[in-house]
T-cell receptor, first 114, second 112 residues
Framework: EPEVTQTPSHQVTQMGQEVILRCVPISNHLYFYWYRQILGQKVEFLVSFYNNEISEKSEIFDDQFSVERPDGSNFTLKIRSTKLEDSAMYFC????????????FGDGTRLSIL | GESVGLHLPTLSVQEGDNSIINCAYSNSASDYFIWYKQESGKGPQFIIDIRSNMDKRQGQRVTVLLNKTVKHLSLQIAATQPGDSAVYFCAETLSTGNQFYFGTGTSLTVIP
């Protein structure tokens, strides 16, 4: 069964450094998403992406965050200057259609900011 | 300082029994709902979905019930197995968008 893959599984970064989290969505999916889950809290939406553009973003997704589809298979989340509170699990997801469709999640990247 | 996390509801069932996991969703305008299963160290895994024009949908060993009047969603798992042990989340979304809003989750433990 096709799946979303994310790398690395764990990223440790010094506060203030830039970090790039990588995702390979399911190949025939057109819509891509990032969510995060701070330890012990809910899964929270960050951003959705379609046709090389952001289609929706939450208040969490401020100017420190950016997303990119650098080639035909990868989808990345960049945090420009990491803060301690960015420590969380970051999940990538993809779906075939824009809405009323399941979003399929990867296993996440655990980001630890020191 | 002390971090405040969610107090996760827990449910323990004997292997072979049926499980019912409940979720109260927040937005009366939500019209598409999903149940996800999350095992330790893994991402949310799709189980079953339901649209707001339905009140029941069945899958393999799972049934989702939707009560829009009281904004309540439930997941029934028949003949629960040890592999069903996980955290279960309901998620809602609006037809006008594609971001999902996740619930707090319920931790299901199946006792062999």
């Amino acid at each position: 069964e096709p799946e979303v893959t994310q790398t690395p599984s764990h990223q440790v970064t010094q506060m203030g450094q830039e970090v790039i989290l990588r995702c390979v969505p399911i190949s025939n999916h057109l819509y891509f998403y990032w969510y995060r889950q701070i330890l012990g809290q809910k899964v929270e939406f960050l951003v959705s992406f379609y046709n090389n553009e952001i289609s929706e973003k939450s208040e969490i997704f401020d100017d420190q965050f950016s997303v990119e589809r650098p080639d035909g298979s990868n989808f990345t989340l960049k945090i420009r200057s990491t803060k301690l509170e960015d420590s969380a699990m970051y999940f990538c997801a993809s779906s075939e259609e824009w809405n009323n469709q399941p979003q399929h999640f990867g296993d996440g990247t655990r980001l630890s900011i020191l | 300082g002390e971090s405040v996390g969610l107090h996760l509801p827990t449910l323990s069932v004997q292997e072979g029994d049926n499980s019912i996991i409940n979720c109260a969703y927040s937005n009366s305008a939500s019209d598409y709902f999903i149940w996800y299963k999350q095992e330790s160290g893994k991402g949310p895994q799709f189980i079953i979905d339901i649209r707001s024009n339905m009140d029941k949908r069945q899958g393999q060993r799972v049934t989702v019930l939707l009560n829009k009047t009281v904004k309540h969603l439930s997941l029934q798992i028949a003949a629960t197995q040890p592999g069903d042990s996980a955290v279960y989340f309901c998620a809602e979304t609006l037809s006008t968008g594609n971001q999902f809003y996740f619930g707090t989750g319920t931790s299901l433990t199946v006792i062999p």
